[in-house]
């Protein structure tokens, strides 16, 4: 069965702590690998897709990676405007897309 | 350019009725997709469409749900007979037609309904 878990379910940070977030997939044929922010009352943004292991994308203090069997995300020197909730989700052949239930970022000024 | 709009943002409706809840994909994307979040819940997949039709509709909870896209734009996912279980936020998102690798996923505000 096809899915995606994320840990930790919340993570608090001083600003500055870097510190990474953790997606692993079990999706069959994955047909790419994307990571959305999403604030209280909006809908997902999108940050990055990744297509294969050994890609990685940055922007800004984030960064994405991929392996065969997880995805980080690496935040950097974090700022509070930098709190949010992290979505990761993988797509299979039959582009179906599977999210996880985030992680809930809190960075204290 | 304009993102993918939903409306309403909002929808209060009594046990019982039925509601309409619309999504405005951006233009030239052919894929347009279906979500519900709960509270504390991540995105639960509902339906996927590729221009008019629908090869997934595996995620729809029950039969009171249905979505149909005309144009190769505009849907509209329709609850009959809403129930208290159903009040969660509806999210759309739109993609280019998807080849060897999905599109990205650009998602629409969502819209909350409240099932009283």
């Known amino acids: 069965e096809d899915q995606v878990t994320q840990s930790p379910e919340a993570l608090r940070l001083q600003e500055g702590e870097s510190s990474s977030l953790n997606c692993s997939y079990t999706v069959s044929g994955l047909r790419g690998l994307f990571w959305y922010r999403q604030d209280p009352g909006k809908g997902p943004e999108f940050l990055f897709t990744l297509y294969s292991a050994g890609e990685e994308k940055e922007k800004e203090r984030l960064k994405a990676t991929l392996t065969k069997k997880e995805s980080f995300l690496h935040i950097t020197a974090p700022k509070p405007e930098d709190s949010a909730t992290y979505l990761c989700a993988g797509s299979n052949t039959g582009n179906q897309f599977y999210f996880g239930t985030g992680t809930s970022l809190t960075v204290i000024p | 350019g304009a993102g993918v709009s939903q409306s309403p943002s909002n929808k209060v409706t009594e046990k019982g009725k039925d509601v309409e809840l619309r999504c405005d994909p951006i233009?030239?994307?052919?894929?347009l997709y279906w979500y519900r979040q709960s509270l504390g819940q991540g995105l639960e997949f509902l339906i996927y469409f590729q221009g008019n039709s629908a090869p997934d509709k595996s995620g729809l909870p029950s039969d009171r749900f249905s979505a149909e896209r005309t144009g190769g734009s505009v849907s509209t996912l329709t609850i009959q007979r809403t129930q208290q279980e159903d009040s969660a936020v509806y999210l759309c998102?739109?993609?280019?037609?998807?080849?060897?690798?999905?599109?990205?996923?650009?998602f629409g505000p969502g819209t909350r309904l409240l099932v009283l």
């Open positions: 233009s030239g994307h052919t894929a």
């Open positions: 998102a739109s993609s280019s037609s998807p080849g060897l690798t999905s599109g990205t996923q650009y």
